[in-house]
């Protein structure tokens, strides 16, 4: 079974800045993808960004120039370094991966629980 453990949430004031990050349990197989994506009340979850085992990322339009995915592949962990943050960024982020565990032959999306994230003054 795959675990995720996000953190790095809490409340910051508009135009700052934090960085999440997404440990992922050493049962990993294979890795094709792994992101960021979030949920602000009222709302459904959205993808914020992503990164593919070929290093191809891709952001959400309300992101792109503020927010930075990365990963280090040694530690199974995914890194989400949000600048410039707006209030509506305000939002439960949830960590994904999609890959192989062992012990199971298929591909499978996996969740965190989440992290809260605030922006307000």
């Known amino acids: 079974q795959v675990q995720l453990v996000e953190s790095g949430g809490g409340l910051v004031q508009p135009g700052g800045s934090l960085r999440l990050s997404c440990a992922a349990s050493?049962?990993?197989?294979?890795?094709?993808?792994m992101g960021w994506y979030r949920q602000a009340p009222g709302k459904e979850r959205s993808e914020v960004a992503t990164?593919?085992?070929?290093?191809?990322?891709n952001y959400a339009d309300s992101v792109k120039g503020r927010f930075t995915i990365s990963r280090d592949n040694a530690k199974n962990t995914v890194y989400l370094q949000m600048n410039s943050l707006k209030p509506e960024d305000t939002a439960v982020y949830y960590c994904?991966?999609?890959?192989?565990?062992?012990?199971?032959?298929?591909?499978?999306?996996?969740w965190g629980k989440g992290t809260l994230v605030t922006v307000s003054s």
């Open positions: 990164i593919t085992s070929g290093g191809i990322l």
């Open positions: 994904n991966a999609d890959v192989v565990a062992f012990g199971n032959p298929y591909r499978m999306d996996y």
């Open positions: 050493e049962s990993i197989f294979s890795i094709y993808a």
